[in-house]
């Protein structure tokens, strides 16, 4: 695909919609390294993703195949969104077969902003071929009709190619909380499940004198990064700025001329020193002689770079780019100065235009108050003791440089426990018993230049790109995706949804893992502090809450290892505390669907940092998607706010998340104070004549290690697992009278009964499975 052209008016750069039929023409788009936003929606006729693209590149993708439609936002912000697709694609006519088991995943209700009231059902058929179709009734409360509420028709989900589960392409409005949902099959099969609430748990308000809405517009990285270092200079006794050690790589390119229009004839000039130390104080001319048959020569002036174009025998110009090429590069002071290259790759045949002295530019647009140089990143550190022993917390935001909401966010939250500890006990409960470290802004090269040149900026500033992919037009392109410069999962290891090959792709990952200061600096941070157990990575948009694992092989769907059962239910259980606490601001409900492990929800984040943090530290991370679609009570459709909305608009999701930061720092403290050990108990789900099928029940999440031999049960012994994703406890089967041993130890490692797995005491849990006739 061609690069984005870059110019004051940006060409015509748009966030676009593409809808593409299933997953796997997801993961050829995300494999061609378009710049996709973490943003993925089930419509009717297949999946909704937005990409930045320019009319160049949409047009490359249509003329692809590919079903790219109408913008979210363009670069005035003043775009309307295009019409959506008017009509479904009709479902193939089924075909009665043999009965299928449905698996009821989830069936929830849930109320949202403007109060209203949304279903939304996940189903699992064993008929996984896409002639199954389920539908699903629902009542309009108790005691009522089964199909008094409504009646619609499940989309079958498929990810990698493979069938997941049947579920709405959105939440569906309801007029009357359901108490019941009935699934039923085309061939023949239904099950009637309850309806449960999503979120909303009863949360404490915050007392009269609690204050909060600290920011009131969108702020660049030299003022986000001045808003936390006076912030800890008004709080030293509870707070500390902590400079991390690698210096990023700066606000800075190298200055650039470019000569010619035609590719053949085109070359472009780049200064070795920064623009903003003296590569923008160079020039070059390319001069015809007055003269037949001159030759080509170059001349260097203190910064001025002449070059003399030879000439044929009736006086015309017969340099070819090429040669004007070789001509710099072999001229000592010339190439002291700047390197020379023709129009990516080509092998310059073409003669080249005489040009006026050019001045090279950086091209960069921000005010000289920003610095250009290698930038300082800091860490907000708050805690009353800040030593290592209380549990850690690490809340960082804007990854990616284009959302701008997501600072917002984390300064929000550094300013509400600041301000809040001396008036609010439960803000003082957090301050004095957690250790929380706050980093507004992971990517400030980046967001400098969202700010300033390119607002779709989502990587860094890094320009790894060689000569091919270094010209003026290619600017817009370069720079790391550092959410995909990570070493777990990353496409250097094959994993999917980043580029190791194309250094204009919106999801390169990097010449190697941690390549970029800036991803490098996560890890410092993580591993100098180790009592760090938790963290938040907020990104934008769409409302999503997600966990670890982030990233998988397309082939076979080939998944990064799924955290533990225990941890599972402990992200699930928390989740419901954390988003109520966002929708506890203005009522936004992060959708049933939209929460969960990464891959389950979005799509494969290769070298992703909470996989990162995870997989290497044992750090429990969670991701924000801030920006959940918004819903018209006119049009009853769902839109989507994109990276920068208005300020009103990203004011609130400001707000809200903060809050749900807030709930991660209650979840924190939760653990933190965790000294109550858990119980478990063996139930029997199912008796045949020869065979018993039992599982474990947990009164927390928990892990349950077990034996089935009789012998005692350690840390070493099989652990209890899911039956799959969203499908409940693993079931255990066995064909004889059985002698089962166990115990259970929750995430914060407390053991039930007290039991040394690693001793010699014998208090584990046990009970026997009997498998007898069944009368």
């Given at each position: 695909?061609?690069?984005?052209?870059?110019?004051?008016t940006?060409?015509?750069?748009?966030?676009?919609?593409?809808?593409?039929?299933?997953?796997?023409?997801?993961?050829?788009?995300n494999?061609?390294?378009?710049d996709?936003?973490?943003?993925?929606?089930?419509?009717?006729?297949?999946?909704?993703?937005?990409?930045v693209?320019?009319?160049?590149?949409?047009?490359?993708?249509?003329?692809?195949g590919?079903?790219?439609?109408?913008?979210?936002?363009?670069?005035?912000?003043?775009?309307?969104?295009?019409a959506?697709?008017?009509?479904?694609?009709?479902?193939?006519?089924?075909?009665?077969g043999?009965?299928?088991?449905?698996?009821?995943?989830?069936?929830?209700?849930?109320?949202s902003?403007?109060?209203?009231?949304?279903?939304?059902?996940?189903?699992?058929?064993?008929?996984?071929?896409?002639?199954?179709?389920?539908t699903?009734s629902?009542?309009?409360?108790?005691?009522?009709?089964p199909?008094?509420?409504?009646t619609?028709?499940?989309?079958?989900?498929?990810?990698a190619?493979?069938?997941?589960?049947?579920?709405?392409?959105s939440?569906?409005?309801?007029?009357?909380?359901?108490t019941?949902?009935?699934?039923t099959?085309?061939?023949?099969?239904?099950?009637?499940v309850?309806?449960?609430?999503?979120?909303?748990?009863?949360?404490k308000?915050?007392?009269k004198?609690?204050?909060?809405?600290f920011?009131d517009?969108?702020?660049?990285p030299?003022?986000l990064?001045?808003?936390?270092?006076?912030?800890?200079?008004?709080?030293?006794?509870?707070?500390?700025?902590?400079?991390?050690?690698?210096?990023t790589?700066?606000?800075?390119?190298?200055?650039?001329?470019?000569?010619?229009?035609?590719?053949?004839?085109?070359?472009?000039?780049?200064?070795?020193a920064?623009?903003?130390?003296?590569?923008?104080d160079?020039?070059?001319?390319?001069?015809?002689?007055?003269?037949?048959?001159?030759p080509?020569?170059?001349?260097?002036?203190?910064?001025d770079?002449?070059?003399?174009?030879?000439?044929?025998?009736s006086?015309?110009?017969?340099s070819?780019?090429?040669?004007?090429?070789?001509?710099?590069?072999?001229?000592?002071?010339?190439?002291?100065?700047?390197t020379?290259?023709?129009y990516r790759?080509?092998?310059?045949?073409?003669?080249?235009?005489?040009?006026?002295?050019?001045?090279?530019?950086d091209?960069?647009?921000?005010?000289?108050t920003?610095?250009?140089?290698?930038?300082?990143?800091?860490?907000?550190?708050?805690?009353?003791?800040?030593?290592?022993?209380?549990?850690?917390?690490?809340l960082?935001?804007?990854?990616?440089?284009?959302?701008?909401?997501?600072?917002?966010?984390?300064?929000?939250?550094?300013?509400?426990?600041?301000?809040?500890?001396?008036?609010?006990a439960?803000?003082?409960?957090?301050?004095?018993?957690?250790?929380?470290?706050?980093?507004?802004?992971?990517?400030p090269?980046?967001?400098?230049?969202?700010f300033?040149?390119?607002?779709?900026?989502?990587?860094?500033?890094?320009?790894?790109?060689?000569?091919?992919?270094?010209?003026?037009?290619s600017?817009?392109?370069?720079?790391?995706?550092?959410?995909?410069?990570?070493?777990?999962?990353?496409?250097?290891?094959?994993?999917?949804?980043?580029?190791?090959?194309s250094?204009?792709?919106?999801t390169?990952?990097g010449?190697?893992?941690?390549?970029?200061?800036e991803?490098?600096?996560?890890v410092?941070?993580?591993?100098k502090?180790?009592?760090?157990?938790?963290?938040?990575?907020?990104?934008?948009?769409?409302?999503?809450f997600?966990w670890?694992?982030?990233?998988?092989?397309?082939?076979?769907?080939?998944l990064?290892?799924?955290?533990?059962?225990?941890?599972?239910?402990?992200?699930?259980?928390?989740?419901g505390?954390?988003?109520?606490?966002?929708?506890?601001?203005?009522?936004?409900?992060?959708w049933?669907?939209?929460?969960?492990p990464?891959?389950?929800?979005?799509?494969?984040?290769?070298?992703?940092?909470?996989?990162?943090?995870?997989?290497?530290?044992g750090?429990?991370?969670w991701?924000?998607?801030?920006g959940?679609?918004?819903?018209?009570?006119?049009?009853?459709?769902?839109?989507?706010?994109?990276?920068q909305?208005?300020?009103?608009?990203?004011?609130?999701?400001?707000?809200?998340?903060?809050?749900?930061?807030?709930?991660?720092?209650?979840?924190?403290l939760?653990?933190?104070?965790?000294?109550?050990?858990?119980?478990s108990?063996?139930?029997?789900?199912?008796?045949?004549?020869?065979?018993?099928?039992?599982?474990?029940?947990?009164?927390?999440?928990?892990n349950?290690?077990?034996?089935?031999?009789?012998?005692?049960?350690?840390?070493?012994?099989?652990?209890?697992?899911?039956?799959?994703?969203?499908?409940?406890?693993?079931?255990?089967?066995?064909?004889?009278?059985?002698?089962?041993?166990w115990?259970?130890?929750?995430?914060?490692?407390?053991?039930?009964?007290?039991?040394?797995?690693?001793g010699?005491?014998?208090?584990?849990?046990?009970?026997?499975?009997?498998?007898?006739?069944?009368?």
């Open positions: 695909m061609p690069d984005r052209q870059s110019s004051t940006q060409n015509g750069v748009a966030l676009l919609r593409i809808v593409v039929p299933d997953q796997t023409r997801l993961d050829v788009l494999s061609m390294g378009v996709l936003a973490e943003y993925k929606k089930d419509v009717d006729g297949g999946i909704e993703v937005h990409a693209l320019s009319p160049q590149e949409a047009q490359d993708l249509r003329n692809l590919f079903d790219v439609r109408g913008a979210i936002s363009d670069q005035t912000d003043l775009a309307e969104n295009k959506q697709r008017q009509a479904a694609q009709s479902l193939a006519a089924a075909v009665a043999e009965a299928d088991k449905l698996t009821p995943l989830r069936a929830e209700w849930f109320d902003t403007d109060n209203q009231r949304f279903l939304s059902v996940e189903v699992k058929s064993s008929a996984t071929d896409a002639e199954t179709v389920l699903a629902w009542d309009s409360g108790r005691k009522t009709a199909d008094s509420g409504g619609a028709t499940m989309s079958r989900f498929t990810d190619g493979q069938y997941m589960y049947h579920r709405f392409n939440p569906l409005t309801v007029a009357e909380t359901p019941t949902v009935t699934i099959s085309n061939h023949g099969t239904s099950i009637t309850p309806v449960t609430k999503w979120l909303g748990d009863k949360r308000a915050p007392n004198h609690y204050v909060s809405d920011v517009h969108y702020m660049d030299t003022e990064t001045g808003r936390i270092t006076s912030l800890a200079r008004q709080f030293p006794q509870i707070s500390e700025i902590v400079d991390l050690p690698n210096k790589n700066g606000y800075r390119r190298a200055a650039q001329a470019q000569f010619g229009t035609a590719a053949a004839s085109t070359l472009y000039v780049s200064s070795k920064f623009g903003s130390e003296g590569g923008n160079l020039s070059v001319a390319l001069v015809k002689p007055d003269v037949a048959s001159s080509l020569s170059v001349k260097v002036t203190g910064k770079v002449v070059v003399s174009l030879a000439t044929d025998e006086a015309a110009i017969s070819t780019s090429r040669q004007v090429v070789d001509a710099l590069s072999a001229d000592a002071s010339a190439s002291a100065l700047l020379a290259s023709t790759g080509n092998a310059g045949a073409g003669v080249v235009a005489a040009a006026t002295a050019t001045k090279l530019s091209n960069l647009k921000a005010p000289a920003i610095s250009r140089a290698p930038f300082q990143q800091k860490v907000l550190r708050i805690g009353k003791k800040r030593d290592g022993s209380k549990v850690g917390v690490f960082y935001c804007q990854e990616h440089a284009r959302e701008w909401v997501t600072p917002l966010v984390c300064t929000e939250t550094a300013e509400r426990l600041l301000r809040n500890y001396s008036r609010d439960q803000t003082r409960k957090l301050v004095d018993n957690l250790d929380i470290f706050i980093m507004p802004v992971v990517n090269d980046g967001a400098h230049y969202s300033y040149d390119y607002n779709m900026q989502r990587k860094n500033m890094t320009n790894h790109c060689a000569a091919t992919s270094g010209d003026p037009g600017r817009n392109s370069w720079g790391v995706d550092l959410n995909r410069n990570f070493t777990v999962g990353s496409a250097f290891d094959g994993y999917d949804g980043a580029s190791t090959t250094c204009t792709s919106g390169f990952a010449p190697a893992e941690l390549s970029e200061p991803a490098k600096n996560e410092w941070l993580t591993e502090y180790p009592n760090i157990k938790f963290a938040m990575n907020t990104h934008s948009y769409g409302g999503y997600m670890p694992p982030g990233a998988y092989k397309a082939a076979g769907r080939e990064l290892p799924r955290v533990d059962f225990g941890t599972e239910n402990f992200f699930w259980d928390a989740s505390h954390i988003l109520s606490a966002v929708q506890s601001y203005r009522g936004t409900a992060i049933p669907g939209r929460t969960g990464v891959p389950d929800v979005l799509y494969s984040a290769a070298g992703n940092s909470a996989d990162e943090h995870w997989f290497n530290r750090i429990m991370g991701d924000f998607e801030v959940a679609d918004l819903y018209n009570p006119t049009t009853k459709q769902f839109q989507a706010v994109g990276f909305p208005e300020f009103s608009e990203g004011h609130e999701e400001a707000m809200e998340f903060a809050s749900g930061q807030i709930g991660i720092l209650e979840t924190a939760a653990f933190s104070k965790d000294d109550k050990a858990p119980k108990k063996l139930d029997v789900t199912g008796r045949t004549d020869t065979s018993t099928t039992f599982t474990f029940s947990i009164n927390e999440p928990a349950v290690y077990y034996t089935l031999d009789g012998s005692r049960p350690t840390l070493s012994s099989p652990k209890l697992v899911s039956s799959g994703m969203r499908e409940g406890t693993q079931q255990i089967t066995v064909n004889k009278t059985t002698q089962v041993r115990f259970s130890v929750d995430i914060a490692s407390n053991v039930e009964n007290g039991y040394k797995p690693a010699n005491n014998n208090n584990y849990k046990q009970e026997k499975v009997e498998v007898r006739k069944v009368r």
